[in-house]
């Protein structure tokens, strides 16, 4: 079954290579969707794929790469769009 999840991730997050990181492991995880940065420092991910690949995205988006320092992910669980084919970082 697919899901789709959003997240908001806080902390140090922008300029840790988090959204590389992000599509890497999506990729991995064969999860679509998308991982941009915000304007007030949070990094924004819309994913779908299986609950069980979400769901360990999202165990990684609550630590991130080696040098992140996150301190909270909202999560919003959503029905899939399907409008996504691949993983991409959007600027």
Do not use: C, K
């Not at 040098?67 to 669980?77: E, H, S, Y």
Request: zero cysteines; a positive charge; aromatic letters at 8%.
């Amino acid at each position: 079954m697919i899901a789709r999840v959003h997240l908001y991730v806080s902390g140090r997050v922008q300029g840790v290579f988090f959204r590389a990181r992000t599509r890497d492991r999506a990729r991995a995880l064969g999860i679509t969707g998308w991982v941009r940065n915000l304007p007030d420092g949070r990094v924004e991910i819309a994913a779908e794929g299986a609950r069980a690949a979400l769901d360990a995205l999202v165990s990684w988006a609550r630590v991130g790469p080696p040098a992140a320092q996150v301190t909270d992910v909202t999560i919003t669980w959503e029905n899939p769009a399907n409008t996504e084919t691949r993983f991409s970082i959007h600027s």
